[in-house]
């Protein structure tokens, strides 16, 4: 009887390391909690067909839209722990629980890599009179509640850099008006249209418009500069310590075993350090930031706190 439970346990031992060896031995879902079509979409699709070819087995991506991020990411939080459903989570999670539209957090995820960060731009039209960061902030100083910002929808992450340079600048964040949108595309229809001075944005967004000369961007919000967009200075390099984006990575369930995380880890990242991923991004605009599921969990932390208090500044939550 003894010689049979050993036998059972050590069966039991073997079938839990088969598993994780064997992963994934079924079809994953990558569920995705913005829109098809959209950036983060396409990121999502990419790194699919890429898991796809990397592990064996079909990466089907599911798009679970809608609460400003929070419905698919409560999709990611919420499935089996099991690796079967990962999620590409973005910077909303930091955020959106704040804002009352959900009760999910960055610690309700285990992390397996972050692949991309696209820092936020302070973008004019192309006659204005502003060359520089230092001539805008100082004729809103000069000017309190005379010009008009946009870039997306209030509480946004383009809305909240704009809250986070002022603040830093030493200028009351209520200093300007932001002019909510849906989104950069329809603030930068706004800003050629002059009905707007303003836009903060990704580079990448409003790239055509920036090399046709009707806009210029007057800083990076980047701790370096875009070698995409090398003349572009940094705030950080005309004396504004603030730097600001949007980002994305992979993500699963809580309690998803050590062996699978592992075993996605390692292909996300061989993935993420690829050539071919290097110019996939570089053909969409989208930067590239790499973080190991440790780091990663260590920034989305970090973030976490940081919005907070930003969303304080602009009067979004008490």
Not at 62 to 67: D, E, F, K, L, S
Not at 110 to 122: M, T
Not at 233 to 259: C, F, H, M, Y
Not at 278 to 285: I, L, T, Y
Request: negative net charge.
């Amino acid at each position: 009887m003894k010689k049979l439970l050993v036998f059972l346990v050590i069966g039991l031992i073997a079938s839990t390391l088969v598993f994780g060896a064997d992963y994934p031995r079924k079809a994953v879902t990558v569920i995705c909690p913005w829109g098809a079509g959209g950036g983060t979409d396409r990121v999502a699709r990419y790194f699919a067909d890429e898991l796809s070819k990397a592990l064996g087995q079909p990466f089907t991506v599911v798009n679970r839209t809608g609460g400003g991020g929070a419905v698919g990411h409560s999709a990611g939080v919420y499935a089996a722990p099991d690796g079967y459903t990962i999620t590409l989570v973005t910077l909303e999670i930091a955020t959106m629980h704040w804002l009352g539209l959900t009760t999910i957090t960055y610690a309700d995820f285990d992390y397996i890599a972050q692949f991309n960060e696209d820092a936020s731009g302070v973008i004019v039209k192309g006659d204005a009179p502003w060359n520089t960061i230092d001539e805008l902030l100082a004729d809103i100083k000069a000017n309190p509640n005379k010009f008009l910002f946009s870039g997306s929808g209030a509480g946004t992450i383009w809305d909240l850099a704009r809250i986070g340079m002022l603040d830093e600048a030493g200028i009351p964040v209520d200093s300007v008006t932001w002019v909510p949108t849906t989104g950069a595309a329809p603030s930068i229809v706004e800003l050629l249209g002059g009905h707007v001075d303003v836009i903060t944005c990704s580079i990448a967004e409003a790239a055509s418009q920036l090399a046709s000369g009707q806009l210029k961007a007057l800083a990076i919000m980047a701790d370096e500069r875009d070698p995409r967009f090398a003349d572009i200075p940094t705030l950080k390099e005309q004396g504004i310590n603030w730097s600001a984006g949007t980002w994305r990575g992979i993500s699963v369930p809580k309690n998803t075993p050590a062996d699978v995380k592992a075993i996605l880890e390692a292909a996300v990242l061989k993935i993420a350090n690829s050539e071919a991923y290097a110019q996939f991004m570089d053909v969409n605009g989208f930067g590239i930031k790499i973080r190991n599921g440790a780091e990663f969990y260590e920034f989305a932390k970090e973030q976490d706190g940081a919005w907070k208090s930003v969303l304080e500044l602009g009067g979004y939550i008490q």
